[in-house]
């Protein structure tokens, strides 16, 4: 319960869903966690909650399209603590169409949320990463980057660059102390994708491709991301876990 003691960890989309127990995770392994999440009442909420259980977090509400924002929440860090030990890039969102069909209003909202800001928080934390001196990226993918439904073409698209991006940055940034690594979660109980596995007929076909015969929960992701950002997980670096039950070695 302290592999994180004395970290400064900051997880975008933290409000709720697995930013939130990556958080939560993070806090009780000892570190002190910035929930940062375009839903700024959200974050509060969340972080008040931990707070009552003498965790170490900070709220702060930010919209990771925008860079001013990225910089004024990262100058924050800066001031109070001099570096940043763990980025966890998590936000993330998607809009169902055929790709036929998507607007260009849907693409660029898709592409800028899932990959402009992984290479914007990250290029702007780049500092802060450095002064830590063993610091760790962790981009959440997902399993749709290599596997793919219909009307999930764009998110499959970003998502995929995200990792392909987390394995170019592990080899750029190992030099300066910075381990990149990146998790790719299938069909977590979430916000996100509560509509196929509340539905009994689409849950059933997920869950049969699904060699543990479960939805994952987002502790699953939460003890995942525990692992790749700690000492334990020193020598790994530019590495994809997933983390979907079998999911994606399954027929």
Known sequence: MARLTGKIAMVTGAAKGIGL??????ALEGAEVYLNDVDGEG?????????????????????VTDKTEISRVLDGIMQAHGRLDILV???GLN?????????????????????DSVADCSRLAFPALKASGN??????????????????????????????????????WA????????????????ALTTRFIKNPGVAKVLLEKTPMRRFGSGEDVANAALFLVSDEAAFITGAGLNVDGGMSVSL
């Open 89 to 91: 890039n998590n936000a």
């Open 43 to 63: 974050a509060e909420e969340a972080a008040n909650a931990l707070k009552a259980q003498g965790l170490s977090v900070v709220a702060d509400t930010l919209d």
């Open 175 to 190: 030099s300066f102390g910075i381990r990149v690594n990146f998790l790719c979660p299938g069909y977590i109980d979430t």
């Open 135 to 172: 610091a760790c990226v962790l981009n959440i993918s997902s399993i749709m980057a290599t596997r793919h439904l219909r009307q999930l073409a764009a998110y499959s698209a970003t998502k995929g660059a995200v990792s392909a991006l987390s394995r170019a940055m592990a080899v750029e």
């Open 21 to 26: 127990e990556i958080a939560r995770k993070f």
């Open 95 to 115: 809009v169902r169409d055929d790709f036929r069909h998507l607007s260009d209003d849907g693409w660029e909202k898709i592409r800028a949320t899932n990959l």
